[in-house]
C-alpha cells in the first residue's frame, strides 16, 4: 500500500520503507509512530491519504 502526504504530494511506500530513517521494508503506515513526518515537507500522518 502506498500513502501520498496531501500537502506535497510525496509518497510512502510501505513496500519499501524508510530503511535510511530505521523504517524497514514491509512497515505498514499505521504501524509507524505518532512522531512520522512527511520526508519532504514534515506535516504529520494526519496529512497523508492512502493511494487508490
Not at 2 to 22: F, H, N, R, S, T
Not at 26 to 39: I, V
Amino acid at each position: 500500500m502506498k500513502y501520498v502526504c496531501d500537502v506535497c504530494g510525496w509518497i510512502y511506500d510501505e513496500a519499501e520503507g524508510l530503511p535510511e530513517k530505521g523504517i524497514p521494508a514491509g512497515t505498514k503506515f499505521e504501524d509507524l509512530g505518532d512522531d512520522f513526518a512527511c520526508e519532504l515537507c514534515g506535516v504529520g500522518k494526519e496529512n497523508f491519504s492512502k493511494v487508490e
